[in-house]
């Protein structure tokens, strides 16, 4: 039997719950997700009102896990610039 491929969407935090985040999708469907590896290695931090990716298995659509977090406050892209300037 071969392996399905996850099922992605974008949603909003709604809840904060320790470890476990409630994810409104677009689609109107709340999912209990919580943050993947690579997220926790670099401390993400997740608030409510974040728009994330959530990433779900086909098998159970009540779970998922957040692979991205989308850098806007205000409708405004947060990603700093640097300021330091490259040495020759």
Do not use: W
């Not at 209990?32 to 401390?43: D, H, L, N």
């Amino acid at each position: 039997m071969a392996k399905q491929e996850p099922i992605k969407k974008t949603g909003k935090i709604t809840e904060v719950k320790r470890t476990e985040y409630e994810v409104l999708l677009e689609n109107g469907h709340k999912v209990t997700c919580q943050t993947s590896g690579k997220m926790k290695k670099f401390r993400i931090t997740l608030l409510e009102g974040d728009k994330v990716d959530v990433e779900m298995t086909p098998y159970d659509l009540s779970k998922g896990r957040i692979v991205f977090r989308h850098s806007t406050y205000n409708g405004k892209n947060t990603t700093k610039q640097s300021t330091h300037k490259k040495r020759k």
